[in-house]
């Protein structure tokens, strides 16, 4: 076929075509070994010489199924699926930036993804320089030094929806001599693709709307291939020099473009072992068949619900960068063009009694420390997952202690909306 293959007609038919008589989906291989003929293809394979199965918890044919058809619609050149989302973003950075560097991430990220950064990396001796998103090219330039080795960004902030200025952060990254890594894990490649704009390296917490349906942690990793380790070689050691548990091999030598992911399975996926299992790889396939139309649901559904919400009388604010109004519009347009996915954050007025009130009168959006599935499900940090700090640690934190974290899945906009309105009147007046 001479036609550019769209996003929607990728995700079904990426990473996995069957041959003659071969299953029609894709198989999982539930095995942990796989089998050779004779010693020498076995030593070949422990030497990277040969590519080649040899143990699950390097590689696995059901894994490389799917992350290379997550590959494929990010548009990189390499992926690998790890365990969860946390394991993703820590060997995205680990793998170039260790004991001794230094990195920059945006402050609103996940507070799982800040905790890994601002508490585990430090003990590990990286050092993190937190910075506003919204900040000018000057400010940004002025955090770097000569050890900075990354620079770090969501492009859908978790939980404030904020949009990343992919271009900005690249070409600031780039100007120094680093990649820049961006979560991906809001939009998914359906709505945005990081690499189109400058991104090196995209991560996923797949256990959102890539497997969409709330049963499989998992995360990925995704190059774009486009950043040239060999130019800055002094910054990157691990890539660039040789690797003595590998008989002195250099990565950058003998994989090209495909160096940084070879690193990430062949020294950290086997001394750190965080594989995601073959069978939640095959559950995220069938979640990957269905993304495209997902995310244009929950898309659409979260625009006419934040509408909602932006026009009732009880709520306060709202932050959604699909509104016309929201600070991050214009970059919305630019880098979510298509839609935001279905994640809003939102306070309302009144009190802490009004907010739980609110929350206990939903019947169809249930209460749940998660986000971006197939339910539509509510969050109160200040009640939930941040009980223990005060309104003024909150604050400190980033966290508006009114901030709900509203996700809409795939359930009819109207049930929700008016599941939503009956909620807040039952929160002012029961
Ligand atoms: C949930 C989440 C993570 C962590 O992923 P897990 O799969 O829960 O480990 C990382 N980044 C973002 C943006 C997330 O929403």
Request: hydrophobic letters at 35%; aromatic letters at 10%.
């Amino acid at each position: 076929m001479s036609r550019k293959l769209s996003i929607g007609t990728k995700c079904v038919h990426e990473g996995y075509k069957p041959g003659n008589g071969e299953p029609r989906q894709m198989p999982i291989v539930q095995s942990t070994t796989f089998k050779y003929d004779d010693s020498d293809a076995m030593g070949r394979l422990f030497d990277l010489e040969d590519a080649g199965y040899f143990y699950t918890r390097l590689q696995n044919p059901t894994n490389d199924m799917v992350a290379a058809r997550l590959c494929a619609l990010e548009g990189g050149v390499a992926g690998m699926l790890t365990s969860s989302g946390q394991a993703a973003n820590f060997f995205a950075c680990f793998n170039i930036c260790t004991a001794g560097d230094h990195m920059i991430s945006t402050a609103g990220i996940y507070g799982g993804t800040f905790n890994l950064f601002n508490a585990t990396f430090r003990k590990m001796g990286i050092d993190v320089t937190f910075v506003d998103q919204n900040c000018s090219e000057e400010e940004l330039n002025a955090l770097f030094k000569p050890n900075t080795k990354l620079v770090f960004g969501e492009t859908l902030s978790n939980p404030a929806v904020r949009v990343l200025d992919i271009e900005k952060f690249a070409r600031v990254a780039h100007a120094h001599g680093v990649p820049l890594i961006v979560d991906n894990t809001f939009p998914t490649p359906v709505k945005c693709r990081p690499f189109e704009f400058g991104a090196d390296i995209v991560t996923h917490s797949t256990t959102k709307y890539i497997d969409g349906h709330g049963t499989s942690v998992g995360g990925a990793i995704i190059d774009s291939g486009n950043f040239d380790w060999q130019a800055h070689a002094d910054k990157f050691p691990g890539l660039c020099e040789p690797d003595p548990t590998y008989h002195g091999l250099v990565y950058t030598e003998k994989f090209g473009k495909a160096a940084y992911i070879t690193k990430a399975t062949s020294q950290l996926m086997r001394d750190y072992g965080a594989i995601q299992s073959p069978q939640n790889a095959f559950y995220l396939n069938l979640g990957l068949q269905t993304l495209h139309l997902r995310m244009d649901r929950v898309s659409a559904s979260g625009l006419k619900v934040a509408q909602f919400l932006k026009s009732h009388p009880m709520v306060d604010w709202i932050l959604y960068p699909g509104l016309e109004d929201d600070s991050d519009y214009a970059l919305a347009q630019k880098y979510l063009p298509d839609g935001c996915c279905g994640v809003m954050a939102f306070g309302l007025k009144g009190g802490r009694e009004n907010f739980i009130r609110f929350m206990d009168s939903l019947k169809l959006v249930t209460i749940e420390t998660h986000v971006a599935d197939c339910y539509s499900c509510i969050l109160h940090p200040a009640s939930h997952t941040h009980r223990q700090l005060t309104d003024e640690q909150l604050r400190d934190a980033g966290i508006d202690p009114s901030l709900m974290r509203l996700s809409i899945g795939l359930e009819d906009s109207q049930d929700l909306i008016a599941d939503i309105s009956e909620a807040l009147d039952c929160a002012f007046s029961c």
